[in-house]
């Protein structure tokens, strides 16, 4: 059993807090174990984790009237960067912002190309738009489903300044092959992390390796803030620049000196977020406890299993499966079949980024064989937290069944 704390660590205690807290959520907590499942009584998709502990940090902050940024922020900086083992860290509103930001900083703009995996969710290349760079869309290793380090080098130009790499679905990205490339060609190095807290590469943690890391904690993600996010970094002055980009370009009280965003973190936001990374690796270790029963007992033949690199800690963001053409079943058959007998599932992503209508007209020709395949054969399945063992049972047996 993990031992429930009374309330949250009080103020000036910086220390990464132990994992000492219940991952017992608040709002599953009346939900049947016993199956009897169906669209009235749906296994969820997603569910944060929310527990007392969260509902008392809030309390505390609303309470003490700091609400908009103050010293829950400002530890919660500390604890991430000390638990992604970076000099500094920076919270923000989004992992977007997080994303747009870092571009900004480190100076992307007009005629500037980013290369993007081609199959990610749409923030990965429209941080870059924002920023006023072009996005370039890359292809992405079938088994993996991250960024083909082969197709990088395809696509390098004398415009190129950088790469953002996505650790998809929690699992890092080959980083030893894209660090090198970035190396040779001189470019800036961005992990996407949104889906990979506390994934590790190498037995080191994501967010440790590119110029930023950029996280996301909105609430289906691996620990949540409702909605937030997070740069990752060992450059101090990259650092002190984005505190500037997300508070009106300022430099001191009311003195600008460049044109900023207001993309700060809440006290309130920073308060759940500390509790959450307290819980963070029981949360991950759950998910990969839900993993390792699913990939032991899905059906070995008619649908693809996810596959873990020996060097990834897989943090299982999303588990997800390929509908091999043999089967003959479409996505969104088996999302019906699946919804039927009470199983919430997903899609991501149903659409390459190359081919979505807001950058269609601006790629033409772009191939990327691998994630056009992807997209119409992955499905995600309910691999979080809240899922019991009998859950998992339950999955199982029933795609055992369709397939
Ligand atoms: C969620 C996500 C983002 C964006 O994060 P928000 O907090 O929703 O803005 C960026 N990239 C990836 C890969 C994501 O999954």
Redesign the pocket.
């Known amino acids: 059993m993990i031992s429930v704390p009374r309330g949250i660590r009080r103020r000036g205690e910086s220390r990464l807090p132990r994992r000492t807290y219940s991952i017992r959520s608040v709002r599953g907590a009346g939900k049947p174990d016993v199956p009897g499942y169906g669209v009235d009584h749906m296994i969820p998709i997603a569910q944060p984790v929310i527990g007392q502990e969260e509902i008392n940090a809030v309390q505390e902050v609303i309470t003490s009237g700091m609400l908009a940024r103050g010293s829950y922020v400002d530890q919660f900086e500390q604890e991430f960067a000390q638990y992604c083992g970076t000099k500094c860290a920076v919270a923000m509103n989004?992992?977007?912002?997080?994303?747009h930001s870092t571009l900004y900083a480190l100076g992307m703009a007009q005629g500037d190309e980013v290369i993007v995996p081609d199959f990610?969710?749409i923030?990965?290349a429209s941080?870059v738009r924002m920023a006023g760079a072009t996005p370039v869309f890359v292809d992405i290793n079938e088994k993996s489903y991250n960024i083909q380090p082969e197709a990088i080098l395809e696509h390098i130009t004398p415009k190129t300044r950088a790469v953002i790499g996505?650790h998809?679905y929690g699992q890092p990205f080959d980083v030893r092959a894209v660090s090198e490339i970035c190396e040779d060609h001189g470019l800036v190095l961005i992990e996407?992390c949104?889906?990979a807290h506390g994934a590790r590469y190498e037995g080191r943690k994501v967010g440790s390796f590119g110029t930023a890391g950029?996280f996301?904690?909105?609430p289906?993600?691996n620990m949540t803030t409702s909605?937030?996010?997070m740069v990752t970094t060992d450059d101090p002055h990259l650092a002190m620049k984005l505190r500037k980009i997300i508070d009106h370009g300022q430099d001191i009280k009311y003195r600008h000196d460049l044109i900023g965003f207001n993309f700060r973190m809440t006290n309130i936001e920073a308060a759940i977020g500390r509790v959450q990374l307290g819980k963070l690796d029981a949360m991950n270790e759950r998910r990969q406890k839900n993993a390792a029963y699913l990939l032991q007992h899905l059906p070995a033949s008619g649908i693809g299993l996810p596959y873990c690199a020996p060097q990834s800690h897989h943090v299982y963001?999303q588990f997800v499966i390929r509908l091999e053409e043999k089967l003959g079943i479409s996505q969104d058959d088996f999302m019906r079949m699946m919804h039927e007998r009470g199983i919430q599932t997903a899609i991501h992503y149903p659409i390459p980024l190359h081919k979505q209508p807001v950058f269609a007209h601006a790629v033409n020709g772009t191939r990327c064989p691998v994630s056009e395949t992807c997209a119409c054969s992955v499905l995600s399945l309910p691999v979080h937290p809240s899922i019991s063992e009998q859950e998992c049972r339950y999955i199982c047996t029933q795609i055992s069944e369709v397939v």
């Open positions: 989004s992992g977007t912002a997080a994303l990610t969710f923030a990965t941080s996505v998809l996407d949104a889906q950029c996301s904690f909105y289906t993600k909605e937030g996010g963001h």
